[in-house]
């Protein structure tokens, strides 16, 4: 089996596909060229915002409570989750009641990333820099533009808990207030839900 197949088994066991519109694993698992990440804006129990990077073609994710910040000196806490497949990066909608993660969900920005490390330029070496706790990423996104970098907070690699900083560069800002509609259609949560609901 293969390791893209492994890590997404967690995320095959949370749903049952009958019940959620999200997509199913699928061999379709990677971009062609360059790598994709997607921020989804999360109306379940408590609002979050989901971060997705592809890395050896998943999305390694994570839950940032209070999204992302363009500000260096604000640093959000990120808990990993599990993989997810990369056609989840285009998902937008409602995820019904009674299935994990039941709620609304938008596509708040989606571009592609580079690897700022210089030793992790090869796909496979990105997994052994999260495994190290580590990752310099440059987001190419409508929203979000510039150097981030994600930190585990302990050594171990099975810990969850990371932060996701703004890195000082010439796109850092103080402060400002980024649009809440999705990219892909221009909708607001409330929108996406209204939506789903009249479709059925
Ligand atoms: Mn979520």
Redesign the pocket.
Known sequence: MSNEKKSLGLYTKKRDFTKTSEPPVTKKTRSKKNLLFVVQK?Q?SQL?Y?FRLEVDGVLKSW?VPKGLSGNPAQKRLAVQTEDHPLAYAYFEGTIAQGNY?AGVVMVWDIGTYTVLQKDTKKRCSLLDALHDGQIEIFLKGKKLYGAYVLVRLQRLSSDTNWLLIKMRDEYAKTAKRMNNRSVLSGKTLKQIEHDAKKKG
């Open positions: 999360h379940a979050h989901d839950a993660g």
